[in-house]
């Protein structure tokens, strides 16, 4: 008799189907997944690997199988993907400038970059980026220059803490 057969690839990491195929044959003939495992293989080298459990799948195709006897009820073949992800890492720097303005009418320029980090993490499938916090660092105090007969306007520049959202400063 006529059966049918409905072949699922299922996207686990956004809990959908992502293919889906009914097939047509009569009890006992071999069912075809020719179409889902080319797609399966797609889908694999897209940023998706396959989840753990995948009891329809044989060394990452559909196992071979039979349409079934039981009319009125489909047989479901399903395979399980998951999201694959990449880490990176990425830097930026935070510089405060500090300008001594000396008394003959030169200025003295010191620059204290502290470089921070944090680690990106994409998903293979749909480019999507989370970003971890950055790192936090420090601008270390900084002592004014003396110079004889003259009275700086501050002794030192006060040590700050760094993070994410710190800007630059001059």
Known sequence: SDQKAVVKIFDKTIGKDIYLE???????????????D?????????????????SDLTDGQFTPSR?????????????????????DSEK???TRTINYHKP???????????????????DNVDQSKTFDPWTSGQWNVKSTPEIAGYTASQDSVAETPVDGSTQNQV
């Open 22 to 36: 009914n097939l047509l044959g009569t009890t006992d003939g071999k069912i075809s997944f020719k179409n889902a």
């Open 67 to 87: 349409f079934d006897n039981v009319d009125n009820v489909d047989q479901v073949f399903t395979a399980i993907l998951v999201h694959t992800y990449s880490k």
């Open 92 to 94: 930026k720097t935070v």
């Open 38 to 54: 080319d797609q399966l293989a797609v889908f694999l080298t897209k940023g998706y690997a396959l989840a753990d459990g995948n």
């Open 104 to 122: 003959d009418g030169k200025v003295e320029t010191v620059t204290q970059p502290v470089e921070l980090t944090r680690v990106v993490t994409t």
